[in-house]
């Protein structure tokens, strides 16, 4: 998930004082010599992206079982902890950053400014999206990309060719590598897909996966790079991505105009 353009202004008016950014180590950008030996199993996948999970739960501010965020996303996401063979946890990170991932192991994050500007069904599809990704082990190819990265383990992964263990330090590098991970073109659309057959299957209104999107090209419109931004360089021609989610909705009898799409101006999380 790469860097996007986001208002400073209107991030500024609509985060509580006690917002904070995401906290996460430095990576490094170091890649093994020895990565293309490298076994990395579902196993480690799993294992390697609890352990980046932990360290950001340990990191940052956590929503509480009783803050508006956790009851809000506990009414929305509840019924869905095991999704599709998929044993799912939910939490909410109190920061100014947009965005959510969902992880190998089954972790989901949401970032609070994202609850912010984002409708029920406007979150029901964005995070659906992110679960594709768990469902298409899209998390697996980037969390051992962001392992690599994290570590210098040449010798190791040569001689071996399996997964060694991290310190804290690298754990937190990991971490930040795996949030700046992108997704190919044909992994955003297929988790794309399925985010809209999550909607559509749930009797949810899969035009919310339009106003998402089309909520996304505002954010990218205009803006210069600040340090709030973090979630939608991953998901690019959002413009487009909303269009095909309009055809479809049609041919699915589905569509229903929202109208003109904005960035609220006001917390949709009270």
């Not at 999704?83 to 939490?91: I, P, V």
């Not at 190998?104 to 970032?111: E, H, L, M, Q, T």
């Not at 569509?255 to 999380?269: F, H, M, Q, S, Y």
Request: proline share 2%; aromatic share 8%; charged share 25%.
């Amino acid at each position: 998930m790469k860097k996007m353009t986001i208002c400073l202004l209107l991030l500024g008016a609509m985060n509580a004082v006690t917002a904070q950014k995401i906290n996460l180590g430095k990576a490094v950008g170091v890649v093994s010599k020895g990565a293309k030996a490298l076994t990395f199993t579902n196993e480690d996948a799993v294992k390697l992206s609890k352990e980046s999970v932990d360290w950001m739960d340990k990191n940052n501010a956590v929503a509480g079982p009783k803050d508006p965020y956790t009851v809000r996303l506990n009414k929305l996401f509840g019924k869905h902890k095991s999704q599709d063979g998929l044993a799912l946890n939910y939490k909410v990170y109190k920061v100014k950053d947009i965005n959510a991932f969902a992880c190998a192991d089954g972790s989901v994050r949401v970032f609070s400014s994202l609850m912010d500007i984002m409708t029920d069904d406007e979150l029901l599809a964005v995070i659906g999206h992110e679960i594709g990704h768990v469902k298409n082990q899209d998390t697996k190819d980037a969390i051992k990309s962001a392992y690599l990265k994290a570590a210098a383990l040449d010798a190791v992964s040569s001689a071996s060719g399996t997964v060694a263990a991290l310190n804290e330090s690298q754990v937190g590098k990991m971490a930040n590598e795996f949030l700046d991970a992108s997704h190919s073109k044909k992994q955003e659309s297929e988790a794309d897909t399925y985010s809209y057959d999550f909607m559509k299957a749930n009797n949810y209104n899969v035009v919310g996966a339009y106003s998402a999107f089309k909520k996304l090209a505002l954010l990218s419109e205009g803006s210069t790079q600040t340090g709030f931004e973090k979630m939608f360089n991953s998901h690019p021609d959002s413009e487009k991505r909303a269009q095909a989610i309009k055809k479809r909705a049609e041919k699915d009898g589905l569509w229903k105009d929202p109208g003109t799409v904005a960035i609220p101006k006001t917390k949709l999380t009270k």
